[in-house]
């Protein structure tokens, strides 16, 4: 007999549903799933999944402080085998910052073997580091066993986990917390508990208590890495208001000779002959040492840092970086903003206090609003812990009230054990005792019907009863609730006072002075340099001021071009035909025992745009610029300077124009002289040329053929000068100008007998 099995149809479990809606449906569940069990932490116990987990697998194993350590890859296997199914080596990795007194102000987990360091190396493999809990971490889950939290089943339902952890331990701002979530994230830094403590105690005193008055007794972080914080305090009471904002955290700058709050003067090291070098012995949270050494090793390689000739490690337990000044005249405080400014030895700390509340919703709260929240947890909790001490002391006390029946009727009890068969039931009958009495009286042991054990019942039956007097006055009063939670918070407050090794605040907060002001050309040490750039674009700089007539090498094919006098710290304005101004370092020029390199490596130089003039840039100078078209304005230096390789546009040009001369105006000129290719010389007042800092200009000379051959600026009293032809370097002026002088934009008329036949001045 064969029977046919019909295979359901795989399509009958199509679901016909809008691609997008179902998507929509699907993200939203992983993304919650995110926000309430992974990233974000519980405003009660300051924890995310994986850490209460980790806690928790750690106390079942009963590795407490008095315990033994066992093996991380024990705690990791628990962990990820009954109560969070995820990776090990995330799990790991979470645990390895509970025990990193560098990572946690104040860690929960403590290791023996290698859990990193803040070099930024990697903690060894698990199977190799053991772990057991800190007494803080007992702190926070104090109270488990007293009914205080719910537990939850875990993931297969095997065990149960507790929601949070009940333990007055203010872990969330005492530790911080980091996480991304999905659309939000959080961030909050670890603080000093004793401040916390301090905050709380006044919100319980005066619950109307203003944002200012905590921010009198809540100063800001307390970084395990300790720094400095150079933010204001209306800056971060702001940021503590509202929840959001930034903290510019530094490191110090200390030799751990220098007397509290001096930090700002402190870090110079004294040195034989009048030399000195900077120690920092703090760095910015979250900072790998490593990487900041590696960081100012390239600013040094790069030469962006010249003041700083080098850096050493000397650290051991604690941090010692020393910086070495290229001498002894460089100024301290201009290194220690250089270094600020350019590596991570300023930071920002991104302030975002999104926590999850009791009803597991996210949320950005304020200082105030998370302290309110968390005291009420805190009540809540010595509420239901209370509820559970009188519950057992209920069960208790009637049970001390059926043997305080059974040792007043001793006799009649021992006659109705012996001669009944069934004891219980004519027990409870005539002493009207319940059930559990009848059953704890049939399981007394002989040796507990002395006399002096019904002394002991009825002493601990008054103190029962008297503890349950109080506790039933705590659950009435909502005042001595708060006294009682007062209480703990002092008890507690005294194992983090400012006076202990784990108490004392590390993170100074200091106001930084007004950050100096300085370009990175005032660090290029300043020395005499050559400018050479040959006729095919080929740039170097010589050493020293050579003269500028002695006979250069160049290519074969090339020859000179421009040859100048400049300081490594002067910048070069480099002008081409095509009206684009381009900028140069000095001290960024090609060594001169080549022939250099090419310009264009150096610039964004158009291939058809030819050089025309190289000169070194003057502050709040002028220059005259003119097109061979015989348009042409006056332009400040200053608005010259270009920021990137593309050069600026300064002169527009059109098909055939080009920029073809560019002078540097002296102070005392007064004048313009143009000549054109005709021959013909105009001379007019600078005052008719305009100052732009770009276009195509004015006319400055009418011509019926040809253009503009050159043009120069000129003391009108002192005449026009032009050079001689010539090896004889002779100059001639022509005294009496005036009769050339002009209005802007005439014809103007023949030069001087002798003017040179090219139109050059």
């Given at each position: ?39 974000l ?24 402080p ?7 890859a ?10 969070h ?52 971490a ?7 066993d007293e ?7 875990t ?14 331990f ?7 917390s980091?996480?991304i ?52 305090p ?25 007397p ?8 110079i ?20 040492k490593?990487?900041?050494?590696e ?8 030469k ?19 910086f070495?000044?290229?001498?002894r ?13 350019l590596t ?17 919703t ?67 009958a ?29 002493r ?8 349950q ?26 194992d ?14 200091a ?12 660090m290029?040490?300043?020395?005499p ?15 020293g001021?050579?003269p ?9 094919g ?12 002067d910048?070069?304005?480099?002008a ?8 140069l370092g000095?001290?960024k ?12 490596t ?22 005259l610029?003119?097109s ?17 390789r ?8 059109k098909?055939?124009v ?44 009418r ?29 001639r ?27 050059r001045?």
């Amino acid at each position: 007999m064969t029977t046919d099995i019909t295979e359901p149809d795989p399509f009958d479990a199509i679901v016909d549903a809008p691609f997008d809606s179902a998507l929509s449906e699907r993200y939203l569940i992983y993304a919650l799933s995110t926000i309430t069990a992974r990233s974000l932490p519980d405003l009660r116990d300051g924890l995310k999944p994986v850490h209460r987990r980790l806690l928790w697998a750690m106390r079942q194993l009963k590795l407490n402080p008095t315990d033994a350590f066992k093996k991380s890859a024990r705690v990791v296997g628990d962990v990820i085998g009954k109560y969070h199914p995820h990776g090990d080596q995330s799990v790991y990795d979470a645990m390895v910052r509970l025990a990193q007194p560098f990572s946690l102000r104040y860690p929960l987990v403590e290791g023996q073997g290698n859990f990193g360091n803040i070099d930024g190396d990697n903690a060894a493999a698990y199977r190799y580091t053991e772990a057991r809990l800190t007494k803080t971490a007992i702190q926070l889950m104090a109270g488990l066993d007293e009914g205080t939290v719910n537990f939850i089943p875990t993931y297969n339902g095997e065990e149960e986990e507790p929601e949070i952890f009940p333990g007055i331990f203010p872990n969330l701002l005492a530790n911080g917390s980091s996480g991304i979530a999905v659309g939000m994230a959080t961030s909050i830094p670890s603080h000093n508990v004793a401040e916390v403590i301090d905050a709380a105690l006044l919100l319980i005193d005066n619950p109307t208590a203003e944002h200012a008055e905590l921010m009198q007794l809540f100063h800001g972080p307390d970084f395990a890495t300790g720094g400095v914080v150079v933010d204001s305090p209306a800056a971060l009471s702001h940021a503590y208001e509202t929840g959001r904002g930034a903290i510019r955290v530094r490191g110090r700058f200390s030799t751990g000779r220098e007397p509290d709050g001096a930090w700002e003067a402190s870090g110079i090291e004294k040195l034989p002959g009048g030399q000195w070098q900077l120690v920092i012995s703090e760095i910015p949270y979250m900072l790998a040492k490593g990487k900041l050494i590696e960081q100012v090793a390239q600013l040094i390689a790069d030469k962006k840092l010249p003041i700083l000739e080098d850096i050493r490690d000397e650290s051991d337990e604690a941090i010692r970086l020393v910086f070495v000044p290229k001498s002894r005249n460089v100024d301290p405080d201009l290194l220690k903003q250089s270094l600020f400014k350019l590596t991570d030895l300023e930071t920002r700390f991104s302030l975002n206090l999104n926590v999850l509340d009791e009803t597991r919703t996210p949320g950005v709260l304020s200082l105030k609003l998370l302290l309110q929240e968390w005291l009420k947890s805190q009540i809540d909790i010595l509420m239901r812990r209370s509820q559970h001490r009188l519950d057992k002391i209920a069960a208790r006390l009637e049970l001390l009230e059926g043997y305080i029946i059974a040792f007043l009727n001793l006799d009649r009890i021992i006659e109705i054990i012996r001669s009944e068969d069934e004891p219980k039931v004519l027990m409870m009958a005539e002493f009207e005792l319940n059930d559990r009495q009848a059953e704890a009286i049939l399981n007394m042991r002989l040796r507990s019907l002395r006399r002096l054990e019904e002394m002991e019942l009825r002493r601990e039956l008054d103190t029962l009863r008297a503890e349950q007097d109080e506790l039933n006055k705590l659950l009435d009063s909502p005042a001595r609730q708060r006294t009682r939670i007062k209480r703990d918070l002092a008890n507690l407050r005294k194992d983090y006072a400012e006076d202990t090794a784990l108490g004392r605040r590390r993170t100074t907060i200091a106001e930084a002075a007004p950050t100096i002001e300085f370009s990175m050309d005032a660090m290029i040490e300043k020395a005499p340099v050559t400018v050479i750039l040959s006729a095919k674009g080929w740039v170097r700089g010589a050493s020293g001021h050579e003269p500028l007539d002695k006979d250069f090498k160049y290519k074969d094919g090339d020859g000179a071009a421009f040859a100048l006098h400049a300081q490594t710290t002067d910048k070069l304005l480099i002008a081409c035909d095509n009206g684009r101004f381009y900028t140069l370092g000095a001290d960024k020029l090609p060594g001169a025992r080549g022939f250099g390199e090419p310009v264009r490596t150096m610039l964004d130089i158009d291939t058809e745009a030819a050089i025309i003039a190289v000169m070194v840039y003057r502050p709040k100078a002028q220059l005259l610029l003119a097109s061979n078209a015989g348009r042409g304005f006056v332009a400040e230096a200053d608005e010259l300077l270009a920021e990137t390789r593309k050069g600026r546009g300064v002169m527009t040009t059109k098909p055939g124009v080009k920029l073809s001369v560019v002078r540097e105006v002296p102070a005392e000129h007064d004048h313009i002289a143009v000549v054109g290719d005709n021959r013909k010389l105009v001379i007019f007042s600078l005052s008719e040329m305009p100052v732009m800092a770009k276009g195509q200009g004015v006319t400055l000379q009418r011509y019926r053929d040809g253009g503009l051959a050159d043009a120069i600026t000129l003391k009108l009293e002192d005449g026009l000068s032009w050079t001689m032809g010539g090896d004889t370097g002779r100059t001639r002026t022509e005294k009496d100008a005036v009769m050339w002088k002009v209005a802007r934009g005439a014809a103007g008329r023949l030069p001087p007998t002798g003017f040179p036949r090219d139109g050059r001045f």
